[in-house]
């Protein structure tokens, strides 16, 4: 059975109580006073925990942070055939089914990260999971087995950004219901996701010097007969 926010100790209740908040007012509304208010303690109840609004915000950020890794985590081990293609369809699953953590993450100013080191950790976890894939995948293809590990590790580096640019955008896209007010053709919205999911597939496999390599520009003026 799930406990109540008045059923855990204070400092997970303060956590609870604060994803509340956020959820009614923003993360604007959020204070330790309207924490306190909700959990219908004293003022300075949630302070024994949180010295500050921005610390109870971190803690938050990081609880999200670390339960959006996990997921990602458990995604690319699910996904047997492609550990990639498992964990961007599990990043835009977990964008649809977890808005507010969603938000919370990638929408909202981090606090001072020297001061809250946890929070800063777990979200470069999250990173890692990617920038390792794709540094195994990498690996594999180098046919030299003495490639230079410091090239392939920038490479790689550049195609996490890559990926994650990507699935941020549609990802932002779609919880900002922008696409629902495009005319589409009709099927294209269902096809949006797996379309983006191939292209990069696509990028990924061929590069921007081998893809430019691949299709050569036809001189100006000619045309095939």
Request: hydrophobic share 45%; charged share 20%; proline share 6%.
């Amino acid at each position: 059975m799930v406990k109540t926010i008045h059923e855990l100790d204070l400092k997970e209740a303060c956590i609870q109580a604060a994803r509340e908040v956020i959820a009614e007012q923003g993360i604007e509304g959020l204070s330790l006073r309207d924490v306190a208010r909700k959990l219908g303690v004293s003022h300075q109840a949630p302070y024994r925990h949180y010295p500050s609004r921005d610390h109870l915000l971190a803690a938050i950020m990081q609880r999200c942070f670390e339960d959006f890794a996990n997921y990602l985590d458990q995604a690319s081990q699910a996904h047997a055939t492609d550990a990639l293609r498992g964990m961007g369809e599990a990043y835009m699953r977990y964008a649809a089914q977890h808005p507010l953590e969603y938000r919370l993450m990638f929408g909202t100013p981090w606090p001072e990260p020297a001061a809250h080191p946890e929070l800063v950790r777990h979200a470069v976890h999250a990173f890692d999971l990617l920038r390792n894939q794709l540094l195994q995948h990498l690996q594999q293809r180098a046919s030299a087995p003495q490639s230079d590990m410091l090239a392939l590790l920038a490479q790689a580096e550049l195609q996490s950004l890559f990926i994650w640019s990507a699935l941020h955008g549609m990802a932002s896209i779609e919880q900002a219901n922008v696409m629902q007010h495009l005319v589409l053709s009709p099927g294209v919205s269902a096809m949006a996701e797996p379309y983006l999911m191939g292209m990069m597939q696509t990028a990924l496999t061929h590069g921007p010097a081998q893809a430019s390599r691949a299709t050569p520009a036809s001189p100006k003026g000619s045309h095939e007969d």
